[in-house]
C-alpha cells in the first residue's frame, strides 16, 4: 500500500491524531546559545539562539525525544522539526546554505523516532512523518513598507524555488506526507504547492499533501484578508488529503471556522489550535482536559477527522485529546454538487 493508501485508510477508520507544539516543548529544555550552537557552529558569527530549527543537527537527541513523547502521548502523525527550515527565513541567522540539510536531518530524526516507537510498539500502527513546511518571514500579498503598497520584499519564484528546496529535503530524509501550514499569506501557500507539485513532477514521486490555515482574528479571515472559504477554494485544486485550521486561535475561538470549514470541505478536515489564548506574559493557560473537551464537542459534531495541538500544547494535552476523541466516529466525506 501506498502512504496515502495508508492514511486514507485509517481516516476512514476513525480520527487521527497529530501532534502538538514543538517550540513549547523545546523551551522546557531551557536552552543557551551554545546549545544552539554545539560544536560545529562554536565560532558562527552571528548569534543562533531561537533558531530551533538548527536543533534537529545541533542537538537531534533533543528533538527526537520531543517526537518520542508525543508518539507515547497517541499522535499518529508527527511534525518535522522544520517550521523555518528554507533559504529567506534562514537569511536571519545567514544559514542559508545550511536549510536543506535541516530539512533532511529533521525528517531523519522523526523517522528514527518512528522506527524506535515501532519497534518497542509492534502491532501499534502505522505511525506518519509529516514534512513541516511553514510561513516565511517575508510576504506576497503584503508590503513591509506602508508608503510603497505595490513593494514587495520577494518574488513568486524566490518564495517557490526556496520551498522546492525544503520539500526536496524533506522527501530525502524519509517524510511520508508534507503539510503546509499555518497559512496567513495564501500566495505563499500557492508557491509552496507550486513547487510541492514540481518537484513531484520532476522526481515522479507522489506523497499525500495536507494544507492548514490560520484565521487571526474574530474577523474570520486571513491576515492577508481572505475569507475562510475564498482560502478554502484558493488551495482545493491542490487536491490535499486534508485541509483544515492550527495555530492563532484556541478551540473556543475557532469552533465557528471549523464548523464553516467542515461544510464546505470535500476532503478530510484537520483542526489542531493552540492551548487557549496567550495570557499578558505570553504563555497559554488552557489545560489538557479544557482543550480535549472543545475538541471533543468538534469531534461529536462530525466536523473533523484529524486533530492535534499548535502552540502552548504539550504531550499531555495531545494525550487528552486522543482519548476524548478515541470511540468518536469521524467526519464522513460530504457528497457536494458540482456547480460548473
Keep these: 500500500m501506498t502512504v496515502k493508501q495508508q492514511l486514507t485508510d485509517l481516516l476512514e477508520q476513525r480520527i487521527v491524531i497529530i501532534d502538538g507544539a514543538m517550540g513549547t516543548m523545546i523551551q522546557r529544555y531551557k536552552l543557551e546559545e551554545a546549545d544552539y550552537r554545539g560544536e560545529r557552529f562554536n565560532a558562527w558569527h552571528c548569534d543562533l539562539k531561537g533558531n530551533n530549527d538548527l536543533l534537529s543537527i ?34 536571519d541567522y545567514d544559514m542559508q546554505e545550511l536549510s536543506y540539510e535541516m530539512n533532511v536531518a529533521s525528517a531523519r530524526v522523526a523517522r528514527e523516532a518512528i522506527t524506535e516507537y515501532l519497534e518497542a510498539h509492534p502491532g501499534a500502527g502505522p505511525r506518519f512523518v509529516a514534512g513541516a513546511i511553514g510561513p516565511m518571514n517575508k510576504t506576497l500579498s503584503l508590503s513591509p513598507d506602508v508608503n510603497n503598497p505595490g513593494y514587495r520584499a520577494v518574488t513568486f519564484d524566490e518564495v517557490s524555488q526556496a520551498y522546492f528546496d525544503q520539500v526536496k529535503g524533506l522527501v530525502e530524509g524519509g517524510a511520508d506526507i508534507l503539510l503546509v501550514e499555518t497559512i496567513f499569506d495564501t500566495l505563499n501557500a500557492k508557491a509552496a504547492l507550486f513547487a510541492i507539485q514540481r518537484f513531484f513532477d520532476e522526481t515522479g514521486t507522489t506523497l499525500p499533501v495536507m494544507i492548514s490555515g490560520t484565521i487571526t482574528d474574530a474577523s474570520g479571515r486571513t491576515l492577508s484578508g481572505q475569507t475562510l472559504e475564498a482560502f478554502y477554494v484558493s488551495v482545493a485544486h491542490a487536491a490535499p488529503v486534508s485541509i483544515g485550521l492550527n495555530c492563532a486561535l484556541g478551540g473556543a475561538q475557532m469552533k465557528p471556522h471549523v464548523e464553516e470549514l467542515a461544510q464546505i470541505a470535500a476532503c478530510y478536515v484537520s483542526c489542531y489550535p493552540n492551548a487557549g489564548l496567550p495570557n499578558a506574559m505570553g504563555e497559554y493557560d488552557e489545560t489538557p482536559a479544557d482543550t480535549a473537551a472543545i475538541i471533543a464537542g468538534f469531534a461529536r459534531n462530525h466536523w473533523i477527522n484529524i486533530v492535534g495541538g499548535c502552540c502552548g500544547t504539550t504531550p499531555d494535552h495531545i494525550r487528552a485529546i486522543a482519548e476524548a476523541v478515541r470511540d468518536i466516529a469521524p467526519r464522513l466525506l460530504p457528497v457536494l454538487e458540482t456547480a460548473l
Design 58 to 91: 545541533t542537538q537531534p537527541q533533543i528533538i527526537k525525544a520531543i517526537h518520542r513523547e508525543y508518539l507515547e502521548a497517541g499522535a499518529d502523525v508527527i511534525e518535522t522539526n522544520t517550521f523555518s527550515a528554507q533559504v529567506i527565513s534562514m537569511a
